[in-house]
């Protein structure tokens, strides 16, 4: 699998095309005040690439809390969800992209894989070869996709903009951001984030060493620049499209944007829809929340949003009366998207219906449905592993109690909780505070 992500964004100072690709910078950083082109550069990005990667290559979040700018990418069949506009969901779809940068995580080690192109070219793109082969040959239905590897594709998420969002939800939106954008970029998950305001509490020193590559566009604060650049130089920007570029280095580059319309995104965007139209695309419902400031995070902690897909009993009985499991396998069976399969998927086996992955074998099909199991006799099971190993770890409890690695990071919660397991420490293993017994 080939993802395209460089994008011809401006010229230097002396006329070359200034072309970025955002699998080589990780993350991107785009500040600057109202009206100076940060929304060209945004566009640009994202049209070029929609136009130049297909959607089982590339996925799209797009959050725009500012509600004007990225509405017109809405029916794009890269979007997983629909343009997120409400700060309560744009919070509760980094959530999910934390746990997604997990399973992803989990898959790679599972397949002794670094990262997502070692995984791209080592494991799915020998499997797709053999597959081929065997369809040549007629040994394999061409429609019989189970046993390949899921694709996992490239993602990247947009904040337009930052410093917006932060005013609804700082600590929950801030907190999670810092969990996932260190490890994204290993398993082709980027994040491209704008803001007009920049300050310690927007731009602060762990986003800050997150997120390396950056654009400066015009700003009035010196201290602005210099948290952004390191210099002053992006107060002397004077006309809207005049950029400063930071490539992760100290290395700067002064540069004129593109012009890039925003009828040309919507053209672009347009064309995209019409050439895949026809096909199955991912989609995840993120539902609305419930009233309450908290309940978002409350429904999110309570797995709720895969509890309401109503193809879990039809995905159940699926796998279970075929006696095989795989996220293709669901996906060409029950004809939804591949993002939707992967999530039934997870809930297949946070609910014991289907083993963990294991490399490149086939899941284990068990059949029982451990989501009517009461949690406290999943908890006294998890209790009495914890202690009587003296281990205690997520994936440690998911391996050895076979359940959903969500479900054993809720289980870790209540483990601490009840005073069996200590804190979480950075540079240390948690330890078990209650002796055997």
């Known amino acids: 699998m080939k993802t395209n992500l460089k994008v011809n ?4 100072e002396y006329g070359h095309d200034l072309v970025i690709d955002i699998g080589v910078l990780k993350n991107l950083f785009i500040a600057g005040m109202s009206g100076s082109g940060k929304s060209t550069i945004l566009h640009n990005i994202i049209s070029t690439l929609i136009a130049n990667n297909n959607p089982n290559e590339l996925k799209l979040i797009l959050i725009d809390p500012k509600r004007i700018e990225l509405s017109v990418y809405t029916s794009v069949p890269h979007l997983l969800t629909p343009t997120i506009i409400d700060p309560k969901k744009a919070v509760l779809v980094l959530k999910w992209s934390a746990k997604e940068i997990g399973r992803r995580l989990d ?15 080592d494991v799915l793109g020998h499997a797709i070869e ?10 394999e239905d061409h429609f019989s996709t189970s046993t390949l590897p899921e694709t996992m594709p490239n993602m990247v998420i947009v904040i337009d903009d930052l410093s917006n969002l932060l005013q609804t939800y700082p600590k929950e939106t801030i907190s999670t951001i810092l969990q996932v954008i260190e490890l994204g970029h290993s398993v082709g998950v980027y994040f491209i984030f704008t803001s007009t305001r920049v300050g310690q509490k927007i731009f602060g020193k762990e986003l800050q060493s997150a997120m390396g590559a950056r654009i400066a566009l015009q700003m009035s604060a010196t201290a602005d620049s210099r948290l952004v650049m390191g210099t002053t130089d992006a107060c002397q920007l004077h006309d809207p499209g005049d950029m400063l570029f930071r490539d992760g280095k100290k290395y700067i580059v002064r540069g004129q944007v593109n012009m890039f319309t925003y009828e040309e995104a919507q053209s672009i965007a347009k064309t995209v829809y019409d050439q895949y139209k026809d096909e199955i695309t991912d989609s995840i419902n993120f539902g609305s929340p419930t009233a309450g400031a908290s309940a978002v995070f409350d429904a999110l902690n309570r797995e709720s949003l895969e509890d309401n897909d109503d193809m879990y009993e039809p995905a159940k009985e699926f796998v279970v009366s075929r006696g095989k499991a795989s996220t293709s396998f669901i996906q060409r069976g029950l004809g939804i998207g591949y993002s939707r399969a992967a999530k039934l998927m997870d809930l297949l086996e946070d609910r014991g219906v289907i083993g963990p992955a294991n490399g490149s074998e086939p899941r284990k099909v068990m059949g029982q449905d451990t989501a009517d199991q009461d ?3 999943i908890y006294e099971k998890v209790r009495k592993l914890v202690i009587s190993s003296g281990q205690v770890s997520s994936s440690f409890i998911h391996d050895k109690i076979g359940i959903g690695y969500s479900r054993a990071v809720l289980m870790m919660a209540k483990l601490e909780r009840e005073g069996v397991i200590g804190p979480a420490s950075s540079n240390k293993p948690r330890k078990v505070l209650v002796a055997k017994e």
């Open 9 to 12: 964004i401006a010229k230097d």
């Open 107 to 121: 898959t790679l080690k599972n397949n002794n894989c670094k990262d997502i192109n070692a995984y791209h070219r």
């Open 375 to 377: 949690d406290n006799e």
């Open 130 to 139: 053999k597959f081929n082969k065997r369809v040549k040959s007629d040994e």
